[in-house]
């Protein structure tokens, strides 16, 4: 394991480097370590090299994880779900995570909220904005965001804290520079009426630099810590 803790040595000084060239303290980004298809033992060298921030996206492999994890001691990970959700993995979601980035819609925000449990406090949510405009998009509209903020702040077991998005794959920095920043500008024009809005979490392995450019507080990495990711569908 031991290039994981390279890797991670890396990645700080890469965030450390975009933060110094635009300006930015480096402690207003933080690092979510997106761990989906990597096993425990990967997981635990990050833990190891002092992360506590880690991301899942396939909600049964994460609760298996989460799980495990958690039987060995490794009980102060906050874990951010970040994958698309479908209604019927809502109470694995609701149940083991501490922080949903990817809310696109109403009927996932109430399932959240009605089946987070009691002991389990109130579920951290971002709403997540299309802000690719491909053809197999993720992430709500942003003439959606106005009625999904609105319901958030109003459901008993949830808090909306932030905003996040995924930009095009290969999109030209130009691109991503534009996408980026209008993820931006939606957080600043949303935060006046909700000033618990603060995460905009935007930036992967492949954007992190136009991402902290346009005022990332959380980039999502993956393969710059653990590597490729092998998939076997
Ligand atoms: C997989 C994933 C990441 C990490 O991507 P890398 O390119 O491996 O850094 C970040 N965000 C989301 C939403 C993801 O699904």
Redesign the pocket.
């Known amino acids: 394991m031991q290039n994981i803790v390279e890797n991670l040595s890396a990645v700080h000084a890469q965030i450390a480097q975009a933060c110094a060239n635009c300006q930015r303290p480096e402690a207003e980004v933080h690092l979510?370590c997106?761990s989906?298809t990597k096993p425990v033992e990967m997981i635990k060298a990050a833990y190891d090299a002092g992360e506590r921030h880690f991301?899942e996206?396939y909600a049964l492999e994460a609760v298996d994880k989460i799980t495990a994890l958690k039987a060995e001691g490794y009980n102060d990970i906050v874990w951010h779900f970040?994958?698309p959700i479908q209604s019927n993995k809502t109470k694995y979601i609701a149940a083991h995570f501490d922080i949903v980035?990817?809310v696109e819609r109403a009927k996932i925000l109430e399932r959240l909220s009605a089946q987070r449990p009691d002991e389990a406090g109130v579920l951290q949510v971002l709403i997540?904005v299309n802000i690719s405009h491909e053809e197999q998009k993720?992430g709500c509209e942003e003439e959606e965001l106005p009625e999904l903020l609105a319901l958030a702040s109003s459901l008993p077991k949830i808090e909306v804290v932030g905003l996040?998005g995924?930009a095009r794959?290969d999109a030209p920095e130009e691109e991503l520079r534009a996408s980026f920043g209008r993820l931006q500008y939606l957080l600043s024009r949303y935060q006046g009426q909700y000033p618990q809005l603060k995460t905009l979490?935007m930036?992967?392995?492949?954007?992190?630099q136009p991402a902290i450019a346009s005022g990332s507080t959380e980039?999502?990495?993956?393969?710059?810590?653990?590597g490729?990711?092998e998939y076997h569908h």
């Open positions: 979510l997106v989906k991301g996206s970040i994958g980035e990817s997540q993720q996040m995924v794959i979490s930036g992967m392995t492949h954007d992190m980039v999502r990495i993956g393969t710059a810590i653990f490729e990711r």
